[in-house]
């Protein structure tokens, strides 16, 4: 009987330590876009191997190819984390935690790059593109969209009647490409993009001029699903914070272009919350 009792107790207890077992292994699932160069997948095994030596369980990116597929993965919480574009987090922030903001050329801003073929000497603001065709990168965008429309309407010009033809990319670097190309005779793209491709690929970028440069915007922030554990939510945020001062995480940043994460702070968004606030008043 004793014996009987003991097995019993025994698989009582393995069932308890597989069970918690399989808790600790549960895997972080972090969503990204198009705007963070997801298709360079050397840089996304170095960064996951490293989450995953600071977390101590598995992590997952999730690859979409449009902002809108990441936020609604956020909603539905088949995701646990999503790198964001800045508009989304402000048009949804009540849904959402802000986890991490990156700093870039050490600010926690970036600003919006409205480029020009290379060739084209006489563009210096969005208002010499009329009737020329224009390509915009996704609707969810910030700099992406939602500023050049933003820029026209202040200037008293209705956006959908204004250019020749527009089109979506669907990713920043697709919109620098267009325009490289002449596919576009101008796009609005996130400056943190353009500088980094710049770096990468100095050919392509030099068949595109900055004609006009926007003011800070806050850099689009990592953000958590509200159920998303409170205790998952400070380790994956105290490993973003460490990657500047981990050699791992250094080689990581340098290969972004980054030069860490920071706490994110919302006046760092109260530019985007001014234009969202004055679009949709139109």
Known sequence: ML?????????LCAGFLLSMSAVAVEPVR????????????????????YLERKLRQPVIFVLRD??????????????????????????????????ATPVFNG????????????????????????????????PYSNVGYLVPRYELKKAGVEPDSFFRRTF???????????????????????????????????????????????????????????TFPAMQFNHLQQALFDMSSDAAGRAVLKNMNLDGFVMPKPEHYQQVIEVVRFMRNQ
Not at 110 to 124: M, N, W
Request: hydrophobic letters at 40%; charged letters at 25%; a positive charge.
């Open 107 to 138: 600010r926690p801003f970036y600003r919006s790059y409205l480029i020009v073929p290379e060739a084209d000497k006489t563009t210096h603001n969005i208002l010499d593109l009329k009737n020329k065709v224009f390509a915009f990168t996704d």
């Open 168 to 226: 979506f990319t669907r990713s920043q670097r697709k919109s620098i490409e267009a325009v490289a190309v002449g596919v576009a005779d101008g796009a609005s793209v996130n400056s943190y993009i353009w500088e980094t491709m710049h770096q990468q690929a100095p050919v392509l970028t030099g068949r595109t001029r900055i004609a006009d440069r926007s003011p800070d915007y806050g850099f689009p922030p990592f953000v958590a699903e509200h």
């Open 30 to 49: 972090i969503g990204l876009t198009p705007t963070f160069l997801n298709e360079r997948h050397s840089l996304m095994a170095d960064w996951k191997k």
């Open 3 to 11: 014996i009987r009792l003991l097995q019993v107790v025994f698989f």
């Open 66 to 99: 449009s902002y809108q597929e990441t936020l609604e993965l956020l909603r539905q919480r088949r995701i646990d984390v999503a790198w964001l574009c800045d508009c989304p987090h402000v048009t949804a922030n009540a849904e959402f935690k802000l986890m």
